[in-house]
């Protein structure tokens, strides 16, 4: 269920077009578990090291560093890119020994994951939105409509699909009833 409206929200995003929660909602015991797969844990440092092993033989084969140089390098790049966890990490790893010529920067590193970064930071945003919609619907009064609306939209689900007679007859239900309310 949680996938299924995880799918949708990614179909239906659009910067210009405010996203709704779908009608029926997961539960919010499942929406918690997909909040909590969809936030990383930091990468591991065994993960980062050898990551970034694979990245100075691959683009600085030459490059002799000082114990202390090579802790400080761990450092900064740990501190920019730890959030990505170890599966993104060699992902990006990867992808940037396939596909640049020159050493990355971490950001140039984070880049490489950077579709899948967003996608996840979107399905989770929407998980929290699913499960605040939740909340919201349960502590909502409900709203009861009247026989009046309900006539008026079933002629109008009937005229969009094309079913004229059944229209018809609906519509001349609310205007006798419309009539017994003008008439008393």
């Not at 140039?108 to 994951?113: C, D, G, N, T």
């Not at 996608?119 to 909340?135: D, I, K, T, W």
Request: with cysteine; proline share 7%.
């Amino acid at each position: 269920m949680v996938a299924r409206a995880l799918r949708q929200a990614e179909a239906d995003h659009h910067p210009d077009v405010p996203w709704k929660p779908p009608a029926v909602l997961p539960t919010a015991d499942a929406l918690r578990v997909a909040i909590a797969m969809l936030t990383p844990r930091p990468a591991d440092d065994r993960t980062i090291a050898s990551c970034l092993a694979a990245l100075v033989i691959a683009f600085e084969p030459n490059t002799k560093l000082s114990p202390e140089a090579t802790r400080l390098r761990f450092q900064v790049w740990k501190d920019a890119n730890g959030d990505l966890g170890n599966a993104l990490w060699q992902r990006a790893t990867e992808r940037a020994i396939r596909g640049l010529r020159w050493m990355p920067k971490p950001a140039e590193l984070r880049e490489q994951v950077r579709a899948e970064l967003d996608a996840r930071a979107l399905r989770r945003r929407r998980c929290e939105q699913m499960l605040e919609e939740g909340a919201r619907r349960r502590h909502a009064p409900v709203v009861r409509e009247t026989l009046e609306e309900r006539l008026r939209h079933t002629v109008a689900v009937y005229r969009k699909y094309e079913r004229f007679a059944d229209a018809e007859r609906v519509q001349r239900k609310l205007d006798a009833l419309l009539q017994g309310r003008s008439s008393t």
